[in-house]
């Protein structure tokens, strides 16, 4: 398994894979990840199995809190799941986000995806309390705009 940035190339296998995360992921556009691709390549890891793409994560570092940086999506191919690529693909932006002196990773998922919140809290990432609870999962009402509740993850980089 490597892990080589997102590059120009890549963008057809990258949005389907992504697509395969449905119905938690739905793939951007080709632009998107054009601009993913030129703009912030460091923080946007791919793992490559012979030559195929299978796990994709695609993050930023914020400009507003440049301490932080947003993981905005993470797949793994169905038949590669549960061999820690995700693990590595994270492990990949915290590495960059250290060398930056950043302080945390944070991201979001729907409440109900249960797999993901197994998938943060096994990665170390802690979830953010938040105003609402589905079972064990702890969530902020309206936290992406209204309707768009999410759950709250966030890890130390420190
Ligand atoms: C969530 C997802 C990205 C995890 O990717 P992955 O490559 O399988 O994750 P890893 O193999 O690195 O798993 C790391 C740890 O997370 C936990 N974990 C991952 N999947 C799990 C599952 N289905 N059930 C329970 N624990 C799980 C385990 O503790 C695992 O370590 P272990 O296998 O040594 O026990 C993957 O299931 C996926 O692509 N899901 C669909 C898309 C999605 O929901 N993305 C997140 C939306 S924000």
Redesign the pocket.
């Known amino acids: 398994m490597d892990i080589e940035p997102l590059s120009i190339g890549r963008i057809g296998e990258v949005i389907d894979l992504v697509s ?2 449905a119905p ?2 739905t793939a951007r556009t080709w632009s998107d990840y054009w601009a993913y691709a030129t703009l912030f390549s460091s923080t946007c890891p791919l793992a490559v199995d012979g030559a195929r793409v299978v ?1 994709s994560v695609v993050a930023f570092r914020s400009q507003d809190q440049p301490g932080d940086i947003y ?1 905005q ?6 038949g ?11 492990d990949t932006v915290a590495g960059r986000g250290r060398e930056w002196g950043c302080r945390r990773l944070y ?4 409440p109900g ?4 919140h ?6 170390g990432f802690t979830n953010v309390v938040g105003d609402r609870s589905f079972g064990d999962i702890s969530a902020v009402t309206d936290y992406k705009g209204p309707g768009r509740t999410r759950a709250v993850y966030e890890l130390s980089l420190s």
Do not use: F, K
């Not at 999506?73 to 169905?78: F, L, R």
């Not at 991201?107 to 729907?110: G, I």
């Open positions: 395969t995360g938690y992921l796990g993981v999506d993470v797949v793994t191919d169905p590669h799941r549960r061999q820690g690529i995700t693990r590595a693909l994270l991201l979001t998922s729907e995806n249960r797999t993901a197994a998938a943060w809290t096994a990665l």
